[in-house]
C-alpha cells in the first residue's frame, strides 16, 4: 500500500477543507487509512486551525468510524478485511486483542499495529459493543490529545514551528 498517496491527499484535504479535512481523514482512519490521524491533527493545527475545535472533531470523527467499522466486520468479516488487509497484519492484530482484550484497544494506540486493524477485529470477534466503544474513545482522546499538547502548552512559544 502506497502511504504517500494517502499521506499527500490528507494533507490537501485539511489544507483546503480545514476541519472537514480533519473529520474526513478521523472517520477514514478506523475503516482503512493507514496514516494516523495525528499528522494532520498537527498540519491543521500548524494551518491556523484551533487545537480545541480539532481536538473535538478529529475524536468524534474517529469514533463515527470506529462504529462503521464494528459493524462491518461483524456483518463481512474476515472476507471483507481481507480484501483491505494483509492476513498477517490481520493476525498480529487477533493475536494482541486476545493478549490485551478490551484494553489492547488503548493500547493498541502505542504500538505499530495499525488502528484500522484492531477495529476490524474488535468487530469480527464481537467484542463487547459499549466496552469497544468506551476504549476506542479513550484511545483517541490519549492519542490525539497528545499530538495537541505541544500547541497547549507554556512551551509553545518556544517551539520551531
Not at 46 to 57: Q, R, T
Not at 126 to 134: A, D, E, I, L, T
Request: hydrophobic share 50%; proline share 6%; aromatic share 14%.
Amino acid at each position: 500500500m502506497d502511504f504517500e498517496i494517502f499521506k499527500e491527499m490528507g494533507l490537501t484535504l485539511v489544507n483546503k477543507y480545514g476541519y472537514l479535512g480533519i473529520f474526513l481523514i478521523g472517520f477514514s482512519e478506523p475503516i482503512f487509512q493507514p496514516v494516523p490521524t495525528e499528522i494532520f491533527i498537527i498540519s491543521g493545527i500548524l494551518l491556523g486551525l484551533d487545537w480545541k475545535l480539532v481536538l473535538i472533531v478529529s475524536t468524534l470523527a474517529c469514533n463515527l468510524g470506529a462504529i462503521i467499522t464494528y459493524h462491518l466486520a461483524v456483518r463481512y468479516g474476515e472476507k471483507l478485511a481481507l480484501k483491505l488487509f494483509e492476513e498477517e497484519k490481520l493476525k498480529k492484530g487477533e493475536k494482541f486483542l486476545k493478549k490485551w482484550g478490551v484494553m489492547g484497544v488503548i493500547v493498541v494506540s502505542f504500538t505499530p499495529i495499525p488502528f484500522e486493524i484492531i477495529c476490524w477485529v474488535c468487530g469480527m470477534f464481537n467484542m463487547p459493543f459499549k466496552k469497544y466503544m468506551v476504549a476506542v474513545f479513550l484511545s483517541r482522546m490519549i492519542k490525539h490529545g497528545l499530538a495537541v499538547l505541544p500547541f497547549i502548552l507554556p512551551i509553545k512559544n518556544h517551539l520551531p514551528f
